[in-house]
């Protein structure tokens, strides 16, 4: 386990305070959305297993899992967990055959404190158009709602959206990599409202894979 002090979270933060004054989201407007791929983390002691799930919008299935299985060697530290599981998420993604047309990441992306969260990080490194998608909001005030979407507003800037579907929880959408805020309702559409399958199932594929270790 990486020992952690003031100064290393000082050079984290200094990190994606670098990270997010570059050009990361110009904009990604696909005519379609036909595959998507879900990668989450679970852990069990210092055991982690990512799972990256390959989605077929289309055909509603999953195409292909590829899991990968390595130690937990940082701790959570709320606004600095990608160096915590963006290597993990790397490595499992980098592990399919096939290529995902849109990585959809369980963390933040500009929806966070210093505007570079996890999903930053992953897409930036693997060069993929990539959303964020958290289960709870980090930081920002939810304005109103507008056809299950109400923008995430930070320093008076929209950073993301609530999304809150017919049936389901909310969830918390915002750029990772390419996709800019703009983008977002339309790419929530062509991909649905309800919160990603091809997240749930990573998630459960991970959360069985790490018990199994």
């Given at each position: 386990?990486?020992?952690?002090?003031s100064?290393?979270?000082?050079?984290?933060?200094?990190?994606?305070?670098?990270?997010?004054?570059?050009?990361?989201?110009?904009?990604?407007?696909?005519?379609?959305?036909r595959t998507?791929?879900?990668?989450?983390?679970?852990?069990?002691?210092?055991?982690?297993?990512?799972?990256?799930?390959?989605?077929?919008?289309?055909e509603?299935?999953?195409?292909?899992?590829?899991?990968?299985?390595?130690?937990?060697?940082?701790?959570?530290?709320?606004?600095?967990?990608?160096?915590?599981?963006?290597?993990?998420?790397?490595?499992?993604?980098?592990?399919?055959?096939?290529?995902?047309?849109?990585?959809?990441?369980?963390?933040?992306g500009?929806?966070?404190?210093?505007?570079?969260?996890?999903?930053?990080?992953?897409?930036?490194?693997?060069?993929?158009?990539?959303?964020?998608m958290?289960?709870?909001?980090?930081?920002?005030?939810?304005?109103?709602?507008?056809?299950?979407?109400?923008?995430?507003?930070?320093?008076?800037?929209?950073?993301?959206?609530?999304?809150?579907?017919?049936?389901?929880?909310?969830?918390?959408?915002?750029?990772?990599y390419?996709?800019?805020?703009?983008?977002?309702?339309?790419?929530?559409r062509?991909?649905?409202?309800?919160?990603?399958?091809?997240l749930?199932?990573a998630?459960?594929?991970?959360?069985?894979?790490?018990?199994s270790?």
């Amino acid at each position: 386990m990486v020992k952690v002090d003031s100064s290393f979270t000082q050079f984290l933060e200094r990190l994606q305070q670098v990270i997010a004054r570059l050009d990361l989201f110009p904009g990604w407007r696909p005519r379609k959305v036909r595959t998507l791929c879900g990668v989450d983390v679970s852990y069990q002691d210092r055991k982690a297993v990512a799972a990256a799930v390959l989605w077929s919008v289309e055909e509603g299935k999953i195409v292909e899992i590829s899991q990968y299985r390595g130690e937990v060697s940082f701790p959570y530290i709320p606004g600095y967990l990608f160096f915590r599981e963006a290597p993990l998420m790397i490595a499992a993604v980098k592990q399919l055959r096939l290529e995902p047309q849109l990585l959809l990441v369980d963390g933040h992306g500009l929806a966070h404190p210093r505007g570079a969260g996890l999903a930053v990080f992953v897409g930036l490194l693997l060069g993929r158009p990539t959303l964020g998608m958290a289960k709870s909001l980090l930081v920002g005030r939810i304005g109103p709602q507008k056809n299950s979407l109400a923008p995430i507003s930070l320093k008076g800037k929209t950073v993301g959206f609530q999304v809150s579907p017919a049936i389901g929880r909310n969830y918390y959408v915002s750029p990772g990599y390419l996709v800019s805020v703009p983008d977002l309702p339309r790419i929530t559409r062509m991909i649905g409202s309800s919160y990603p399958e091809a997240l749930k199932e990573a998630h459960r594929i991970s959360k069985v894979a790490v018990k199994s270790s």
